[in-house]
């Protein structure tokens, strides 16, 4: 399991939201929502790859486990994504170039909230989760 590559994509992801989160507040021109609109996408491409990987490897390594609290802990992140992931397709289905320009206050405060989720979430991995899982592959190999 290449636990660099999903550090890696953290600190992808993180800062993607960050540059996001910073543009949000001045989005003024149609060039600006378009700028908002690309890192949205950039940021999806990266999400999307960060999520096959963890379900292809972090979460069935720790589903399979004979602890109850390590799989409860995986089904408790794999629910919280899931929400997580559900929110961010309708944000990116909704926020639009032109939705953002037509919005830019609303565009703000539901991409504020939503990467605030998103840095929780990439915490509680970094925190919970990729350790126990580096614990169990290191013990499996």
């Known amino acids: 399991m290449d636990f660099r590559k999903l550090h890696g994509q953290h600190q992808a992801i993180i800062r993607l939201a960050s540059d996001l989160v910073g543009l949000v507040g001045k989005i003024r021109t149609r060039e600006d929502a378009t700028e908002a609109r690309t890192l949205l996408e950039r940021l999806d491409r990266v999400l999307g ?10 979460m069935p390594l720790l589903s399979d486990s004979d602890d109850p609290a390590t799989r409860a802990l995986a089904l408790d992140c794999v629910e919280e994504m899931g929400g997580i992931a559900q929110v961010w397709a309708g944000h990116l289905a909704l926020w639009t170039v032109e939705a953002i320009q037509r919005a830019p206050a609303r565009f703000a ?18 925190r919970e989760l990729y350790p126990l899982a580096q614990g169990r592959a290191n013990r499996a190999a």
Do not use: P
């Open 49 to 58: 790859a960060h999520l096959e990987l963890e379900d292809r490897s972090v």
């Open 109 to 126: 405060s539901a991409t504020h909230n939503l990467m605030g989720a998103v840095a929780r979430r990439v915490e509680r991995e970094e």
